[in-house]
């Protein structure tokens, strides 16, 4: 058996959304990780929680908002107490977005889903220093370091498997504490870094009529988006149309086609798209969580294969080209069903002003 390395990590950088799941790992599976986390709050806040069991969710989709939670940890007892959970290792702000966690915890409150919400932000040191304001409009915040110091003291009480993991967990945040720090640029790994232009060849293969949008013509490293936008012209321009876009959602696993403003009248309109769409592979599904000073849309959903454009194209590929058939097939029904869609306008057209639809 080789010698195993304690020095050498095998990601070539921390990501945001490797904390993350190392978080909602440790969340998950380790009691005493919950109890250290649900302690130090505590012990910031002065109260203590009296819970017996948790429950930890990733990205759940708020209230109110378009905005997800980055990780939810809910405390059950006698009452519920839940964690609203956001994590920033080097990204900026979004404009309100501390605010939004403290509006979705009193929603949360109000719609009687938990006694009580913390709000709590963990960053490196760093982070919380030069980004002071932000930091301070949470309940709580956890430094990537606290955390760290917390795994190296259980990693030296525990030993053998548990110990190692223990271990990597601590180097990763350490390295993202660094990144952070001094910045990094990504390895170039041929496979992944030309991801979108690989996409663009491959889907020119399948359905050369598809056009590509802006944003998926772009050259270089993978970026954190996850999502293939088409360009308008992908999606006919009738005029009775309203706003609409055609995407290819990678991690999600989805394409759909989303019509702006229709989700505030969804229960009315699913009664009648409903009726069109059976015998099809298609769903409805609302864009609950609201753009600020907009409104909620509605779309047709197809599955595709989960993607992910930080993987190598080529294990994927197989995957990756159903999903672009589903996106073709998607638009191809929809282009050949223009009287439903107009019936459907007219709709929600009827709904918008108040109006019964014939």
């Given at each position: ?69 980055d ?5 059950h ?52 220093t ?67 232009t ?14 590509p ?45 989303n ?58 590929e ?41």
């Amino acid at each position: 058996m080789g010698a195993t390395s304690d020095a050498m990590l095998t990601l070539t950088h921390a990501t945001e959304r490797d904390v993350d799941l190392l978080l909602i790992e440790e969340l998950k599976c380790s009691t005493p990780f919950v109890h250290w986390f649900v302690d130090h709050i505590a012990h910031k806040l002065g109260r203590p929680w009296t819970w017996s069991n948790s429950i930890v969710t990733h990205s759940r989709r708020r209230l109110n908002t378009r905005r997800e939670i980055d990780i939810t940890l809910e405390l059950h007892g006698d009452k519920t107490t839940v964690f609203l959970i956001e994590n920033k290792l080097d990204t900026e702000p979004q404009v309100m977005q501390a605010e939004s966690y403290q509006q979705e915890a009193e929603a949360l409150v109000s719609h009687g889903n938990a006694f009580e919400v913390i709000t709590i932000l963990i960053a490196p040191a760093a982070y919380l220093t030069t980004k002071g304001l932000f930091a301070e409009k949470f309940d709580a915040i956890i430094p990537y370091e606290t955390i760290i110091a917390h795994l190296a003291q259980r990693a030296g009480d525990e030993t053998g498997e548990l110990a190692q993991r223990l271990k990597h967990r601590e180097a990763l945040l350490r390295q993202a504490v660094t990144k952070a720090r001094r910045g990094y640029e990504a390895v170039p790994v041929a496979a992944i870094g030309s991801f979108n232009t690989r996409y663009v060849a491959l889907l020119r293969t399948v359905d050369d009529t598809l056009e590509p949008g802006p944003a998926m013509l772009k050259e270089g490293p993978p970026g954190e988006s996850k999502t293939m936008i088409f360009a308008p012209a992908a999606l006919p321009k009738w005029n009775f149309l309203p706003q609409t876009r055609l995407v290819h959602q990678l991690r999600e696993g989805n394409a759909n086609i989303n019509f702006y403003g229709w989700g505030d009248h969804f229960t009315h309109l699913a009664q009648i798209m409903a009726n069109d769409l059976f015998d099809t592979p298609y769903r409805l599904v609302p864009t609950v969580n609201k753009r600020v000073g907009g409104k909620s849309g509605l779309m047709i959903v197809v599955d595709t294969p989960p993607i992910d454009n930080l993987s190598s194209f080529d294990s994927q590929e197989d995957g990756i080209v159903e999903g672009i058939r589903r996106t073709v097939a998607l638009r191809s029904w929809f282009l050949s069903n223009q009287a439903v869609i107009e019936r459907w306008c007219k709709a929600a057209a009827a709904l918008s002003q108040n109006k019964v639809p014939s």
